[in-house]
């Protein structure tokens, strides 16, 4: 059974974000061993400058490479990675446990994002749109869209 991480910084505080989390936790336990790590934010002033925002993001990272997997298929949400249809992201989650990999992390930054190191050891970088969402939302929609990929690579009909 094919290992899936989510490494989110930010807690769910919200029930209805943490409901709609569970319930796709509870479905993905028939096809994946899933793991979700949850990391603090690092506190940032209202108006922080560039620089305050890149150190947060430095020891968000840290903290994120502290937890990875050894020999793990890292995959960053950004805004600046490639948007892919629910068919796509199924085939390359076919492809990557055909090629053996044991291990996916997908990785949630906080509000302001994943530092630029961390995103460039991800082997592949995911958007989900332009649309700018919140991180816990994000999460929902990642844990439903991986979901989705399992359903569509068992040929049921709960993607239409």
Not at 1 to 14: F, N, P, T, Y
Not at 46 to 69: F, G, Q, T, V, W
Not at 134 to 156: D, F, K, S
Request: proline share 6%; net charge positive; charged share 25%.
């Amino acid at each position: 059974m094919q290992k899936v991480s989510v490494i989110c910084v930010g807690k769910l505080k919200e029930k209805f974000y943490a409901d709609a989390a569970a319930e796709y936790v509870k479905r993905l336990s028939r096809y994946c061993k899933l793991n979700i790590v949850e990391l603090p934010e690092e506190r940032l002033p209202d108006d922080p400058s560039p620089a305050l925002i890149d150190a947060a993001l430095a020891k968000e990272a840290e903290a994120i490479r502290a937890k990875l997997p050894p020999s793990s298929s890292l995959i960053a949400l950004c805004v600046e990675g490639r948007m892919r249809s629910s068919e796509e992201l199924a085939r390359l989650m076919a492809a990557w446990a055909n090629r053996g990999e044991k291990q996916l992390v997908f990785l949630i930054g906080g509000s302001f994002g994943l530092h630029p190191s961390i995103k460039a050891e991800a082997w592949a970088q995911l958007s989900m749109s332009p649309m700018t969402f919140p991180h816990h939302l994000a999460r929902v929609m990642l844990l439903e869209q991986i979901y989705r990929a399992y359903q569509i690579n068992a040929g049921t009909k709960y993607h239409k």
